[in-house]
């Protein structure tokens, strides 16, 4: 299982560019190494579509800092679900339902 870091208060960022959108999440630490838009049993043999880490720094509400790992994760829809796949230091993928929802959804 993964978290989204508790400095976000859960969230990521979502940007839309080209008519695409992606979710930015911090995780709350570095135990997952790969994230894939899809099943685990798909994920061995499609290693160029795996989500790369990258390495961010967080600050908590008491000060504390540490470098976690960031995704970029591509999103097709909102408000629904879809596989995303992740694999960390044991070397096992794991399947996971996720799904992004905007906390508000009014546009400004």
Do not use: Q
Not at 14 to 27: C, E, I, S
């Amino acid at each position: 299982m993964f978290r989204v870091n508790e400095a976000d208060n859960g969230m990521g960022v979502l940007t839309v560019k080209n008519g695409k959108m992606t979710l930015h999440v911090r995780l709350s630490g570095k135990k997952i190494l790969n994230l894939y838009s899809g099943l685990a049993a798909d994920a061995p043999s499609d290693e160029g579509a795996w989500l790369k880490p990258v390495e961010e720094s967080v600050t908590y509400s008491d000060g504390y800092s540490e470098m976690v790992y960031a995704f970029d994760v591509p999103v097709k829809n909102l408000d629904k679900e879809f596989d995303l796949a992740l694999i960390g230091k044991k070397g096992i993928w794991y399947d996971h339902k996720v799904s992004v929802t905007l906390k508000d959804k009014m546009l400004r």
